[in-house]
């Protein structure tokens, strides 16, 4: 009995794992950036915004996605890849960001924690859960992978 409660624990763990990192990318980062500073920002060209809602209804569609994959198909591996490949996007892109002219810092959220943009510190929390959930949702806990 208590192997099953394990079980059905790393599984619930795993899958909230997911539904955080889902809910940054789909609730919390849209709501940052539909202002002037982004999406309405007048000093942005047309097709620039278009790219920048493009990609957040895109984020959305997949965070719906990976929620549906993790909560009614149980396939918390493939929804966890899903958010690491939304944030880890966020890292590559600031990683990259002075050999394109980007930057982190927008004016809207300029916070720090540990010495790191709060952008860039909810990226790699995000992509950190969905490893954990890949390692809390694995078929065999007691077996290495």
């Given at each position: 009995?208590?192997?099953?409660f ?7 763990l795993?899958r ?15 709501y940052?950036?539909?202002n002037?500073?982004?999406v309405?920002?007048?000093a ?8 920048e ?9 997949l ?21 690491v490949c ?20 927008s ?7 540990l ?12 992509v ?13 806990p007691?077996?290495?992978?």
């Amino acid at each position: 009995m208590s192997a099953l409660f394990t079980m059905m624990a790393r599984k619930m763990l795993a899958r909230a794992c997911v539904t955080f990192g889902v809910l940054v990318y789909a609730l919390v980062i849209p709501y940052l950036e539909i202002n002037p500073s982004h999406v309405l920002n007048e000093a942005w060209p047309p097709h620039a915004r278009l790219h920048e809602v493009w990609q957040l209804t895109t984020h959305c569609a997949l965070g719906l996605l990976a929620l549906w994959l993790t909560w009614w198909r149980g396939a918390v591996a493939i929804a966890s890849l899903l958010n690491v490949c939304v944030m880890g996007g966020v890292l590559v892109a600031h990683v990259l960001a002075d050999g394109y002219g980007g930057s982190i810092h927008s004016g809207n959220l300029e916070s720090v924690v540990l010495g790191v943009p709060v952008a860039v510190f909810a990226a790699g929390v995000v992509v950190l859960l969905a490893t954990a959930a890949l390692w809390l949702g694995r078929s065999h806990p007691d077996k290495a992978v």
